[in-house]
């Protein structure tokens, strides 16, 4: 166990006899004791509800819960603390945009542009508003290689576009997709850029100002934080255009009789008692991402793709969906075993003390592209190692060899 993997106590365990190896963070990652200890001393410390008492508990939370918006701030180069926006997670976060800023902008005879490889996420709410309003979703193709297709979103963004929603990495074939220029492209023809961060944040340094987006939102439990807390960034001034999605406590300003006002952005977003503990953790996270380094961050995973992806192209009957270029990958893998489903190959891996995941992965969309029902995916994060790769590899060829003769 190499010294960042110390940090996660998860991870020392056996599992079916096996040492295990946890390849399934792009579904929710591990979190190191940093986080784990930031949510239980807030319980067992200062538990009180936030910005509402003068007593020191409620002062102690209020100040970590805010400072949490800080960090995210600097995180991702926003230009100011009120532009982030606390969630429940990418989910809520592309939701909220959906519902009270695409009602505003989007009309009858307009478009809304996504790829075909987004997350169910980032396709059902605009679906929705496009049943609602008129408008037409259109969906940009890929490359032969798994990639965006920026040909063909030059052709489907046009100055009928008022929405363009697009995930920065893709959750099923790792590949990174040119939001800075989908953005410039976005904008030239009038539309608005939307991104979905969930399995970019967690991996990569992500500047909003530099990408020059209008929206960016992520989850904090893929990137080391608890689950149930999400951020919503915005431009403060279309922030300032949204309408709360609800209304009660908190995110009043005055209640009288009659009507009512709300508080400035970002609060009056954020009704009711916040998920404080998750706040909490998910700033705790963040120092932890700091204290890592971005770069070394991409630099470990690179390795680890680079390592295990010719190998897994090696084996006989294996198909790997997306890029074979480590290069161009994050640390998600997804591939196919001839003649065996991918749940089979799932939970002959966990026999082997290695956690994957199988099925569409919320891009239905995407699997019927490709022309498949399913995927297995094995996706990495800075703290698995060559040793767990080498598993990956050993669960594999034993999974083949146990399909084709009943034994390993």
């Not at 940009?140 to 798994?146: A, F, I, Y």
């Not at 363009?164 to 904008?187: W, Y």
């Not at 400035?264 to 009704?271: A, D, H, I, L, N």
């Amino acid at each position: 166990m190499n010294e960042i993997c110390r940090d996660f106590p998860i991870l020392n365990q056996i599992v079916n006899d096996e040492r295990l190896v946890y390849l399934d963070n792009a579904a929710t990652s591990q979190k190191p004791k940093e986080v784990i200890d930031a949510v239980s001393n807030y319980f067992l410390r200062d538990n009180a509800n936030v910005h509402r008492g003068v007593h020191t508990l409620a002062e102690r939370a209020t100040e970590q819960f805010e400072q949490t918006r800080f960090k995210v701030k600097n995180l991702i180069n926003a230009k100011s603390e009120r532009e982030i926006v606390y969630t429940k997670g990418t989910t809520e976060g592309l939701n909220w945009v959906a519902v009270s800023f695409g009602t505003q902008v989007v009309k009858s005879g307009d478009e809304i542009v996504v790829s075909y490889m987004e997350h169910h996420s980032n396709i059902v709410p605009w679906q929705i508003l496009c049943e609602k309003t008129g408008a037409k979703l259109k969906y940009v193709k890929l490359t032969k290689n798994g990639e965006l297709d920026f040909e063909d979103a030059k052709e489907k963004i046009t100055a009928k576009t008022k929405i363009v929603s697009i995930a920065q990495a893709s959750n099923v074939m790792g590949v990174v997709n040119p939001i800075k220029e989908l953005a410039k492209l976005a904008h030239e023809n009038g539309a608005y850029m939307v991104v979905d961060g969930a399995q970019s944040l967690p991996h990569m340094k992500v500047d909003v100002q530099d990408l020059d987006v209008d929206f960016l939102a992520f989850s904090g439990h893929k990137m080391l934080g608890p689950t149930g807390i999400g951020i919503l960034f915005g431009k403060m001034e279309l922030l300032e255009r949204m309408s709360p999605l609800e209304y009660g406590g908190e995110m009043i300003d005055f209640v009288e009789l009659d009507h009512s006002t709300f508080k400035e952005v970002p609060w009056k977003f954020e009704g009711g008692t916040q998920n404080i503990a998750g706040v909490i953790g998910l700033g705790a996270a963040i120092d932890y991402l700091q204290d890592v380094g971005y770069e070394e961050i991409e630099k470990k995973e690179h390795e680890l793709v680079e390592y295990v992806l010719p190998k897994l192209l090696q084996i006989d009957g294996l198909t790997v969906y997306g890029p074979k270029e480590p290069d161009k990958h994050t640390g998600v893998i997804s591939f196919n075993l001839d003649g065996i489903h991918p749940h089979d190959v799932a939970t002959a891996l966990d026999m082997e003390g290695v956690a994957v995941r199988a099925g569409h992965h919320c891009a239905q969309p995407l699997m019927k592209y490709l022309k498949i029902p399913a995927t297995v995916r094995a996706s990495f994060y800075f703290y698995n190692t060559k040793a767990d790769a080498d598993q990956l590899i050993k669960a594999i060829l034993a999974t083949k060899e146990f399909f084709k003769h009943g034994t390993i």
